[in-house]
Each structure stands twice: as C-alpha cells, then as structure tokens.
C-alpha cells in the first residue's frame, strides 16, 4: 500500500511539473547568439514554438520598443518566408556615429510562403540589432503569433519582477553589462571576433600539447610497468628453481 501511494504521488508530482513546464516552453521568447552587451549590437533569436495540435504558425509580427528605438535592425534572410520591416519617424531623433537617426525599426513581420511551422515543431527568427541603449536592462518586444486557422497569439504582457509570469507574456531581452567601454561598432565586433579566434586556437594548441604531454607520460610509465612485471616474474621463477633443486 505504501508503495503504491508513493508511485501515485510521484506520478502526481511529475504531471504537475510537466503542467508547470509546458507553458513556458511554449511561449515567445528571444535570445542573444553570445551576449548581448549596453551600447553594443548583437544577434538575436525569436523562438517560436507551434502550441497548436491541428494549425500552423504562418505568421510573426515582432514590435520594437518605442521608448528604446534602435537605429539599426537587419534580418535574416529565411527560407520560406517574407520579411517585411516597418520603419517610424522618431520624436526624437537618435545620434549613432555622429549621425542623427530620425527613423527608426518599429516592427518586423514575417509571413510564411508555405506551410509555416508545422505542429510539434519551433523555429527561430534571426535578427541583427543596435545600437543596444545603456541606460537601461532589458529591452521588451510585443509579438503577434497567428495560425493557419486565423487564431491570433498576442504574447504582449509584460512580466513583472516580484509578480507571478503572465498567461501571455512578452519576450524579453536581458541586456548585459557594456564589454570594455566600446560601442560595438564593426571594427571592435572584428576585432573581438579575430581575439577570440586566437584564445580559440591557443587553447586548442595548449590542450593537444597537455593530452599529447600526458600520452607520452602514460606510455613511459606502461612500459616501466611492464619491464617491472616481467622482472619480478622472471624473478619469482628462478626462486623456485632454486627451491626445488634445494
């Protein structure tokens, strides 16, 4: 009895969990390919899961934030789906490289040329942007997530910290601290990219040399091992010899 109540309450627990899980597996979120650092750019990724057993996701419509434009927004080119990106005119114009921006991206909407995201399957939605602002930690996008069948997903509530997640919940982007005081322009992401490379490629000479070093090491001592073995073998044969001819 006591058993069967233990497997009935983990059960129990284990649907519970999975309850708990599900929603936010199925949510809108985005992420950063690496970091995504103040006053750099990144790449990031919408994910979208299909939560739907019997339609597919054929459309995406992502909206920027208004009270942090962002200058520069480029996305990925997808095979088997259109991109449009929608420009606004700013209140107030932004300066990036001693340039003043009056417009910046305030939605990117993608449109399925097929059969979009097919049930039990999720996709991401590449983009490219910056300048990211410094003056705050998290950028918050609203997105729309229709269905073949015309459903409408607004992921567009905001989650509050201290607060129970929303049904819906908008996907946020966590900004991280700013890398070395730089602004992420093209030739500090080039850089970056070439120092990173060379710690890649030193780390890999380092780690052969070591394995390589601890090789030789492991074969030195087998086989010191094996002349040892092979002594006293030898050894323990000539003893009896010795206590037999006694």
């Known amino acids: 009895m006591k058993a069967s109540r233990i497997a ?10 999975l309850a708990l899980s599900a929603p936010a ?3 809108v979120t985005v992420q950063p390919e690496g970091t995504a650092a103040k006053g750099g750019y990144a790449v990031v990724d919408f994910k979208v899961p299909n939560e739907r057993d019997d339609a597919s996701t054929t459309k995406l ?6 009270d942090h434009p962002l200058a520069s927004v ?8 259109k991109i449009e990106v929608t420009k606004s005119k700013l209140d107030k ?17 993608w449109t399925a040329d097929g059969k ?3 049930p039990g399957y999720f996709e991401k939605f590449p983009l490219s942007v910056g300048q990211l602002p410094e003056d705050t930690d998290q950028l918050v996008f609203k997105a729309l997530q229709t269905y073949s069948n015309k459903e409408v997903v607004r992921w567009i509530e905001v989650p509050q910290k201290g607060q129970e997640e929303p049904d819906n919940p908008a996907p946020v982007l966590e900004l991280s601290a700013s890398e070395g005081g730089h602004h992420g322009s093209a030739a500090d992401e080039d850089s970056d990219a070439e120092s990173a490379e060379k710690a890649s490629a030193h780390t ?13 090491t492991a074969r030195v001592l087998g086989i010191v091992g094996i002349v040892i073995g ?16 006694t």
């Open 8 to 17: 009935a309450a983990g059960a129990a627990a284990g649907i519970t969990v």
């Open 25 to 27: 597996f199925a949510h």
């Open 61 to 66: 419509e992502v909206t920027f934030p208004t």
């Open 74 to 81: 480029m996305p990925e080119p997808m095979p088997g789906w």
């Open 93 to 109: 114009p932004l300066e990036l490289h001693g340039e003043k921006i009056t417009e910046a991206v305030t939605k990117v909407t």
């Open 116 to 118: 979009g995201i097919e």
């Open 204 to 216: 890999a000479a380092s780690d052969s040399a070591s394995s390589d070093g601890t090789d030789t």
């Open 230 to 245: 092979a002594a006293g073998v030898a050894y323990g044969v000539l003893a009896g010899r010795r206590r037999t001819t």
